[in-house]
């Protein structure tokens, strides 16, 4: 069954993703037309999830947000949540496994921040992975080096400058599902993190990650 989209949130990343704009009578053009698009999705533990995931600082924010909210959130409700994670988050080290297909384990990796996308959009119109394809049958995975706070300041601003895809502590992978974990448990560490999907909390470490090749269409 075909999707329509008609945005109405704060973001609308999907709906930016295929021009699609918040006007009724477009909308309902589009869905007499009936031109569709195959689109792959993500499967988030036991959960589907259409645009992106991220394991590290920003689901830490999403979670603050989360527990917090009361009604309708704003940017700056996130940009609150933001300022006071900056100063307590601990910035724990995570083990990434990229698996093929068959769920063989291609390559292992360390790093402080992962994100995973399926639509290549992000909150703010950051230029994470512009190049991310929707219906690749694959997940689009990038890894920043684990580091603290100024360090991962100079990794955002590095973002914003469309400059972080040449540094060194950033890798890239294509894979057909994650699995990431807290690198080390059994040193008595308290530090956690979380993950985040299409803007919501899932979940603490450990998470799974696995793209469905072309499971949803949208009217487009």
């Known amino acids: 069954m075909p999707l329509a989209l008609f945005p109405t949130g704060s973001e609308n990343l999907l709906a930016k993703c295929f021009s699609i704009a918040g006007d009724p009578a477009a909308c309902a053009r589009s869905i007499e037309k009936l031109r569709t698009k195959p689109i792959d999705v993500m499967m988030v533990n036991d959960k589907l999830f259409l645009l992106m995931a991220s394991i590290g600082f920003d689901a830490e924010v999403v979670r603050a947000v989360h527990q917090s909210r009361r009604s309708h959130v704003s940017k700056l409700t996130y940009w ?71 360090r991962n300041m100079w990794y955002y601003w590095n973002v914003i400058r469309g400059k972080h895809q040449t540094m060194a502590q950033w890798r890239r992978f294509h894979a057909y599902s994650i699995q990431v974990a807290l690198h080390d448990v059994s040193n008595g560490s308290k530090a956690q993190t979380s993950c985040q999907a299409d803007g919501d909390w899932v979940c603490e470490l450990p998470v799974n990650i696995s793209i469905v090749p072309r499971k949803l269409h949208i009217v487009a």
């Open 80 to 150: 609150s949540a933001i300022c006071k994670k900056l100063f307590g988050y601990r910035w724990p080290k995570m083990n990434i496994s990229i698996m093929d297909k068959d769920g063989r384990i291609l390559e292992e990796v360390s790093g402080g921040w992962v994100f995973v996308f399926n639509v290549p959009r992000y909150a703010s119109g950051l230029p994470i992975m512009t190049d991310a394809n929707e219906n690749d049958g694959y997940l689009d995975v990038g890894v920043f080096e684990a580091g603290g706070l100024v």
